[in-house]
Nanobody, 127 residues
Framework: QVQLVEPGGGLVQAGGSLRLSCAASGRTFSSYAMGWFRQAPGKEREFVAAITIGWSRGSTYYADSVKGRFTISRDNAKNTVYLQMNSLKPEDTAIYYC??????????????????WGQGTQVTVSS
């Protein structure tokens, strides 16, 4: 079992930056693929970024809408995954969730593929 805790997001002006973190419990954090998803008001939850394990250890993937602006990374010594968000836009406003799973493959961008979820943190980008 993995428990995921996300400290607060925040409010930032358009063009600004914010770094989200997600701390995981357990001794096997390095064996879990990690993902970030977000859900804006009135919209379905969508994939943001993922960092995988296994044959593609450490490979990163991004939604087209955030590619070049967001960076996902992990620190296995700290059991933490990060999402660095730069050049933020008002349309990035959403609740951001981190997720974990030990067996993610090509379905890294599918929320149903992840077994463990954080509680979510609000990110608001003002124009």
């Amino acid at each position: 079992q993995v428990q995921l805790v996300e400290p607060g997001g925040g409010l930032v002006q358009a063009g600004g930056s914010l770094r989200l973190s997600c701390a995981a419990s357990g001794r096997t954090f390095s064996s879990y693929a990690m993902g970030w998803f977000r859900q804006a008001p009135g919209k379905e939850r969508e994939f943001v970024a993922a960092i995988t394990i296994g044959w593609s250890r450490g490979s990163t993937y991004y939604a087209d809408s955030v590619k070049g602006r967001f960076t996902i990374s992990r620190d296995n010594a700290k059991n933490t995954v990060y999402l660095q968000m730069n050049s933020l836009k008002p349309e990035d406003t959403a609740i951001y969730y981190c997720a974990a799973d030990p067996s993610i493959g090509t379905d890294y961008n599918t929320d149903g593929a992840y077994d463990y979820w954080g509680q979510g943190t609000q990110v608001t980008v003002s124009s």
